[in-house]
């Protein structure tokens, strides 16, 4: 029997995108992970292999207002994450959607760290 589960397609797509986005010193790779829960995002220098700044729906501050992984999280989250890559010196990336399709949360998720002051 051959079938395709969902989590090697999605491992698929993330290996396709992967492929095409890399991040450097100059543009770091900003990775968006969605859970049934959470949110994680980070800025990634790929060629260091070396994190530069994280924060997820995890954090004190996320947790106090129950932050959850849908539409309402993901601006509130990307706005906070845009400033803290600000702070480290941060304004230009590249956007990394890990597998997931660019609309709704990713979409709302890349439009408010557009607004909080990165490029991409």
Do not use: C
Request: glycine residues 6%; hydrophobic residues 40%; without cysteine.
């Amino acid at each position: 029997m051959n079938t395709i589960r969902k989590t090697d397609l999605l491992q698929k797509r993330r290996w396709r995108i992967r492929k095409k986005v890399k991040g450097t010193a100059e543009r770091p790779r900003l990775a968006v992970r969605f859970t049934a829960k959470h949110i994680y995002a980070q800025v990634i220098n790929d060629d260091t292999a070396t994190t530069l700044v994280f924060l997820s729906s995890l954090d004190k501050d996320f947790r106090k207002t129950k932050t959850a992984a849908n539409i309402a999280g993901a601006k509130s989250l990307a706005v906070a994450f845009a400033s803290k890559a600000k702070a480290a010196g941060i304004t230009k990336v590249v956007f990394d959607r890990s597998g997931a399709p660019y609309h709704g949360k990713v979409k709302v998720f890349a439009d408010a760290a557009r607004e909080g002051g990165l490029e991409f």
